[in-house]
């Protein structure tokens, strides 16, 4: 009895300090094991530390406590501290700032924004947006989530309002090889990579994706001379750990995958991918396919588009044809994208047509 009250204690004690990250390899236990994590944790602390209490009352040798006691005691208070939003903590509209003046090197990657209705404006994206992970801001009037995912090296752009309520939202966890993420005001889990409420009061509703571009802060700037340039601004909230050492321990992701659902055959697991939803249908640009031919007529189902790529500056632009209604093209990780789109079309720059000729 002495031994299972030992296990038991540091069993609750780890999964209560692991509590975000074990649904990121335990697929089965789904999007409600995340939801309303902060009670369900202390259930567990509160389970650990019973479990002690019985394991003592059994009256065990003093080198059994010991060992029992230290490993336990570290997970429970570690549990404290182990919280993704703590980590990648959240900017909101009122600590980022916005000027017309470039920011350090202007070879520096950006998430940049070109919305109808709202100014330009881009991201430092590797001193701001990887390791926020998320920045709750407004552009012009309209709020917006700017998202990055490390595990699949998607930086994707929503208006963050959805049924007339301005949502903010922070980093719960990993899950299908992508980030989810929950918003504050009900509670509600959401897949970054797909927009969509998987769990919560808001489940089934859909964050509008907005066209986002990454590449360098010149190149942006080139594109949109006006353009507003984000920073932090002074007094912002800071992570957990430092951004250099969070940079730096997040190179992980370059060669550990964690668990999803789709296969991951037809290109490399961390190809580069452009990919679009027009109706029902999927389709995936590799970039290495776009090295080839960067501008051309194609089809997405029964729907005719054309693509427009810089190799240069790595921008990219897609229309509907004879409508001229412009796409949302998404970056991936082959990885990311054939998670959510497991009946995607990959193209080839074999079956390209003329730019224009549709």
């Given amino acids: 009895m002495p031994v299972i009250w030992a296990i038991a204690t540091l069993l609750f004690s780890f999964a209560a300090a692991a509590y975000l990250q074990i649904p990121t390899f335990v697929l089965a236990l789904g999007y ?26 059994s009256a065990p040798p003093a080198w059994a406590i010991g060992a029992t006691a230290v490993p336990s005691a570290f997970f429970w208070v570690f549990s404290l501290l182990n919280a993704n939003p703590n980590i990648f903590r959240a900017l909101d509209a009122e600590h980022i700032v916005k000027r017309r003046a470039p920011v350090g090197d202007g070879a ?60 903010s939202f922070e980093v719960i966890g990993v899950r299908r090889r992508n980030m989810i993420l929950r ?19 808001l489940r089934g509703r859909q964050l509008e994706m907005l066209p986002a571009q990454q590449m360098s802060q010149d190149d942006w700037l080139s594109c949109h001379p006006d353009s507003l340039i984000a920073a932090e601004a002074p007094g912002a909230p800071r992570g957990l750990i430092p ?36 109706g029902d249908r999927s389709k995936a640009y590799p970039v290495s396919q776009l090295r080839r031919v960067s501008s051309f007529g194609d089809r997405v189902g029964s729907t005719d588009i054309e693509i427009r790529y810089n190799l240069a500056t790595n921008h990219i632009e897609g229309w509907e044809r004879p409508t001229g209604k412009r796409l949302v093209l998404q970056s991936h990780w082959w990885l990311g994208w054939k998670e959510f789109h497991p009946d995607t079309e990959v193209w080839e720059a074999s079956s390209a047509r003329p730019y224009g000729s549709m």
């Fill in 183 to 201: 918003d504050r005001e009900t509670g509600t889990i959401w897949q970054q990579g797909t927009g969509e409420a998987v769990y919560g009061a």
């Fill in 108 to 167: 520096h990657l950006v998430v940049g924004l070109c919305a109808e209705g709202i100014p330009a404006v881009c991201y430092p994206l590797e001193s701001m947006v990887i390791p926020r992970h998320v920045l709750n801001d407004s552009v012009g009037e309209r709020p917006v989530l700017i998202s990055f995912c490390a595990a699949c090296r998607s930086s994707l752009v929503y208006d963050r309002v959805v049924a007339g309520r301005v949502l």
């Fill in 243 to 278: 951004k250099d050492r969070l940079l730096k321990m997040l190179e992980v992701t370059k060669t550990l995958m964690v668990p999803g659902y789709t296969g991951l055959d037809g290109l490399g697991l961390r190809e580069t991918v452009w990919g679009v939803t027009v």
């Fill in 32 to 57: 409600g094991w995340s939801h309303a994590f902060g009670p369900k944790r202390w259930v567990l602390r509160a389970a650990a530390l019973a479990a002690f209490v019985a394991f003592l009352s």
